[in-house]
């Protein structure tokens, strides 16, 4: 499909009014804050249908029926199934909506990637594998294993001349016997493939087979920046792109950083844009540092705890204490400079509830007794050896219980 741009951008737009055909009960997954979740609703089979089914690495259309929202697309042979929260009723005529914004935004990715991958492989003889349009940034798989930030360059600088050049956009339609086919570039037919074979040629540029939506003139991808590179699967490269707006919002997202960067920084010296990176080294460097010195604390502490210990004369032949801030080695020195012969110490660093770690210290057989118990009731993983028995876990929650559990074990061999 391709498209002349209207005048609004936003919003529902290109009615249509169509007869639905089928509906039947269906249930799709969806993302809901994070987790995927098996929605219920109906599957709706319509006379014929403006909203594209996912497909070709494009994700589907979105829209109304009626005023119901259309929450997927998707191909079942030749027709078009859409998911719908309510029932529709067989044989009334329905009005159709597209979601604009999000169509547009796909015109503009996909034609974008037809015309990335078509001069990619005529500068540089790297072919397309595969491509993704993703929400926030898409992707083209080539066929190399790497790409030079000097070819990147040309690339970009080669695309961006032929949406200046106002190149139209054409669809053709031809029959799968055409010898016609022959010339066009293609990755290859879908196994249920039927009918007439849809071709997008982008004028001197790209014939290629495509299902997807298109714009109707080059000019209409407004301009294309590619992001960079990174390795992908059989020794091939990912080129990572955005087109159209989604360079405008990301430019717009820069600048937000750039003005919240600079406005933080004012404590140093230099905060203009030029001196970002090495003001970040000079951050870097200074909570390196501040780390280095907390270790040292935290170490000092550790050793004031043990001998405050040590120096009870009621202290008894168990010790125990959380920590929010601490270590494998905090724990470890305060367990050493106790002394571990007579004494049974357990210690834990971490959230109150949470996960953290923890370290069970004392006589060798009291420890391989106890240390499995206490992994269990924390709902950690660890071992032990030589009287020492010590994990991460992931809620100490029960950590009471563990106190109490030790403390009566003590009682009893005494």
Known sequence: ???????????????????????????????????????????????????????????????????????????????????????????????????????????????????????????????????????????????????????????????????????????QVLSLDDPALEQVRSRGLPDDAAGPIRIIDIEGVDVNMCCGTHVSNLSHLQVIKLLGTEKGKKNKTNLLFLVGNRVLKYNLMCYKLYISLTLDWTVFDRTGPDYHVDTVDKIQKTVKGLQKSNLGLLRDVAVLIAQNFK???????????????????????????????????????????????????????????LGPRVLEMLQGKGAGKNGRFQGKVNSMARRGEVETLIQEHCKNEQ
Request: glycine share 10%; proline share 5%.
């Open 311 to 369: 120096s009870n004369p009621e202290r008894g032949n168990f010790f125990t204490l959380h920590k929010k801030e601490g270590d494998n080695e905090f724990m470890s020195i305060i367990a050493n400079e106790i002394g571990t012969e007579e004494t049974l110490v357990f210690l834990t660093v971490g959230e109150e509830k949470g996960p953290g770690l923890f370290l069970l210290a004392g006589p060798s057989g009291k420890v391989s007794e």
């Open 1 to 171: 499909m391709c498209f002349q741009m209207p005048e609004s951008l936003t919003g529902y737009i290109f009615p249509w009014h169509k007869l639905v055909v089928a509906c039947s009960p269906g249930e799709m997954k969806q993302e809901i804050n994070g987790k995927k979740e098996t929605v219920k609703g109906f599957n709706v089979k319509l006379q014929d249908t403006i909203l594209f089914p996912e497909g070709g690495g494009q994700p589907d259309d979105h829209g109304l029926i009626g005023d119901v929202p259309v929450l997927r697309v998707t191909r079942q042979g030749a027709e078009a199934v859409h998911f719908v929260s309510s029932a529709l009723e067989v044989g009334q005529e329905v009005q159709l909506k597209v979601d604009w914004e999000r169509r547009f935004d796909h015109m503009q990715q996909h034609s974008g990637q037809h015309l990335i991958t078509a001069i990619a492989e005529s500068m540089f003889g790297y072919k397309t594998t595969s491509w993704e349009l993703g929400r926030q940034r898409s992707t083209i798989e080539l066929d190399t294993p790497s790409m030079k930030p000097a070819q990147m360059e040309a690339l970009e600088v080669a695309v961006n001349e032929k949406i200046r050049a106002h190149v139209p956009v054409a669809v």
